[in-house]
């Protein structure tokens, strides 16, 4: 059940990422405003037939208000950041870092561990890179001159962080409260961001804000439900499969070029990924 979820929550990840092009000159703040506003109702309703309602204990406010709301907000920024400005096949793979980060963090505050094959994982998913960067960016060095790139790599950064806090709340309350929960305080820290930068909400009702907006409480429904069906690394590994999908999208529905070049970049992070799952 848990690799169905990974999966399926890596298809719409990436379909997800595809749309984000649509909004090039739209503040990251105010397309994740609609987002959360959207997931709000859409989460109650899933809570309401899957869980639970109940309150949960004073630990579970402090993680999400200290630390799973900061880095959330910076992740969400982050990450459509790094795809309004750069190559969605060259951009979405190098997501795939996040278990490098995910890793020291999950055996410091969750006590999961990879075995020792997950050496050769860290090794895999260095080596994806090298094959990103071939082509009109010249390799892996001038790879870095894509702004994207330093986006995407924060992104990664703080998706570990979120994660890790995210299987640690568990323990306070179930994953579907834990999604509501966490997407309202989101959309507060947002409206609040909004309001203070004076930023516009007025977008255009089209098949990009469909599809940046619907898919997103899908997306955090499967990523919880299948957080708490697998380790953070299984689950989040099997995630990463987006970066394939992100490749063969960024070709088919943007025509991007060096296809070959990035789908055996991505088949390598996916292969590291794996064993530092799996291994």
């Known amino acids: 059940m848990g690799f169905l979820v990974g999966i399926v929550s890596a298809?719409?990840?990436s379909i997800q990422n595809s749309f984000?092009?649509?909004?090039?000159?739209?503040s990251p703040f105010v397309l994740n405003w609609f987002r959360f506003l959207i997931a709000m109702p859409v989460l109650a309703l899933i809570v309401s037939i899957f869980s639970e309602w109940s309150l949960p204990a004073?630990?579970?406010w402090l993680l999400l208000f200290c630390v799973s709301l900061p880095a959330e907000l910076i992740h969400g920024y982050t990450y459509i950041r790094a795809f309004q400005e750069s190559p969605q096949s060259m951009v979405g793979p190098l997501f795939s870092i996040s278990p490098l980060f995910l890793i020291p963090l999950g055996y410091m505050f969750l006590d999961e561990a990879p075995s020792l094959l997950g050496f050769f994982g860290v090794i895999s998913v260095v080596i994806g890179p090298f094959f990103l960067g071939k082509?009109?960016?010249g390799g892996v060095k001038n790879l870095f001159h894509?702004?994207?790139i330093k986006f995407m790599i924060a992104a990664a950064f703080f998706a570990a962080l979120a994660v890790t806090v995210g299987k640690f709340s568990l323990h306070y309350v179930p994953p579907f409260l834990f999604a509501f929960f966490s997407v309202v305080t989101l959309f507060l820290g947002t409206s609040l961001i909004v309001f203070y930068q004076r930023l516009s909400l007025r977008l255009p009702f089209n098949k990009s804000f469909v599809g940046v907006t619907f898919s997103y409480p899908i997306i955090v429904a499967l990523h919880y439900l299948g957080l708490s069906?697998?380790?953070a690394a299984y689950y989040i590994s099997l995630k990463r499969f987006s970066?394939?999908?992100?490749?063969?999208?960024?070709r088919l529905v943007h025509h991007?070029?060096?296809f070959r070049e990035r789908m055996i970049g991505a088949l390598f992070m996916v292969a590291g990924v794996l064993l530092i799952a799996f291994g």
Request: net charge negative; no cysteine.
């Open 243 to 250: 970066i394939v999908f992100d490749v063969i999208l960024g």
């Open 135 to 137: 082509g009109k960016t």
């Open 256 to 258: 991007e070029d060096h």
């Open 229 to 231: 069906l697998l380790f």
């Open 146 to 148: 894509e702004r994207g």
């Open 58 to 60: 004073v630990p579970f």
């Open 20 to 26: 984000f092009k649509g909004y090039k000159e739209v």
């Open 11 to 13: 298809l719409t990840v």
